[in-house]
């Protein structure tokens, strides 16, 4: 097995992401070879060879400014190469390929050139989950839900693996999948068929057998999406959902994702959801602090504590979120929350969200530890810090 350690992870964030990805796009022109790459931030991703120095945190820290630290919290989704070089140029940690991206991008090397062209390794990130939510050439993956019907779960771990090798190979470095979702919807409702089943117990073997497959093959998974997703009343592309009680999403929706905290080597994504008993007045899952704060501590549903990265489901497609935010405002509010990890689908405003956080530190609604430690989460994903 390939483990994940071993690797130095350069991530490209996510297209697509919670309840499937948007379509909008402009015509990409021609991907072009990224430029060259300037030095990494203290030995960013070191070998682990006997005798080689290990980054430690304090290192890779004091070698970023503010605004540095900020962009490695962000991922964009991009057009093309050349976009997503001019993200990486702006400081951001990751960049998403989406149904709209130039699909030229995934030929030539030219995502790992991407990867390699920030001051820190950045993550390369797809949402491949399978049957109407793929966007790999080649990838050939059923549905979630057709996968638990057809497969035993070691079938499902090599199934993971296979995709996690595809996408290795194509440069992409983080998979927003598995789903989590515990769901008996239609199989073309919102969360439909990209659920596993309506059994946790049965979400809870794919889930993490495919989990581990996609390690096996390189590539960081990322459960979703908490805290959970598979009773909503709607669509959060289209507005704003509603899902049971948090008492009830104890007994079913959040068993998964109880054990995907346990797990290691994992992110989790937060969605857009109304959770009366947890969620305060106006704020989506995505922007709320105490639904950040129950992943992250565990404590009130069950679970260990969580130290992976927190990313958000797309800040900018989604009308839950755009209803009642710009860009700008929800990516600062969902980081000052406590997500890791905001992301949204078009670098056209990101200069203005690294301003908007910026801000947000200096007015200390992020402090400069939560900052850090942010910041840490998301290096140490990426293999850029080891210790």
Not at 61 to 86: I, T
Not at 193 to 219: H, I, K, M, N, T
Request: aromatic share 4%; charged share 20%; hydrophobic share 40%.
């Amino acid at each position: 097995m390939l483990k994940l350690r071993n690797l130095t992870i350069m991530v490209v964030a996510a297209a697509g992401v919670a309840a499937c990805g948007p379509s909008t796009p402009d015509a990409a022109p021609s991907a072009t070879t990224a430029a060259q790459a300037p030095s990494t931030v203290a030995s960013a991703a070191p070998s682990s060879g006997p005798g080689r120095p290990v980054t430690c945190g304090s290192d890779f820290l004091s070698a970023l400014s503010v605004r540095e630290k900020v962009g490695q919290l962000l991922m964009v989704g991009v057009r093309d190469a050349a976009d997503a070089r001019r993200a990486v140029q702006q400081g951001v940690g990751g960049v998403f390929i989406g149904s709209w991206t130039d699909k030229a991008v995934f030929s030539g090397g030219t995502l790992q050139a991407v990867a390699k062209a920030g001051k820190v390794p950045v993550m390369v990130s797809v949402d491949e989950e399978g049957g109407r939510v793929s966007r790999v050439p080649g990838a050939n993956l059923v549905s979630a839900r057709e996968l638990a019907k057809t497969m035993t779960v070691p079938q499902a771990r090599a199934e993971g693996a296979r995709i996690g090798k595809l996408l290795r190979s194509k440069g992409i470095t983080v998979d927003f999948a598995p789903d989590a979702d515990v769901s008996a919807q239609p199989d073309d409702s919102v969360i439909g068929d990209r659920s596993y089943s309506a059994d946790p117990a049965v979400v809870v073997q794919y889930s993490q057998a495919f989990a581990a497959g996609l390690r096996d093959g390189g590539v960081y998974p990322v459960f979703k999406h908490f805290p959970g997703h598979g009773s909503s009343s709607g669509d959060s592309h289209q507005g704003g959902v509603s899902v049971p009680p948090l008492s009830q999403l104890k007994q079913k929706d959040l068993v998964p994702f109880r054990a995907a905290a346990n797990t290691g080597d994992a992110g989790v994504m937060v969605g857009h959801l109304t959770v009366p008993g947890l969620t305060e007045p106006g704020l989506p899952t995505s922007l709320s602090p105490a639904t950040m704060r129950l992943l992250r501590d565990g404590v009130g549903y069950g679970a260990k504590r969580f130290d992976g990265p927190i990313f958000t489901d797309d800040l900018s497609g989604m009308k839950a979120i755009t209803d009642r935010f710009s860009v700008p405002q929800a990516v600062a509010k969902s980081l000052e929350a406590g997500a890791d990890v905001a992301l949204w689908i078009s670098t056209d405003q990101l200069s203005a969200a690294i301003d908007a956080v910026e801000a947000s530190v200096t007015a200390r609604r992020i402090t400069a530890k939560q900052l850090d430690d942010s910041v840490l989460r998301v290096a140490r994903a990426k293999h850029a810090v080891r210790c």
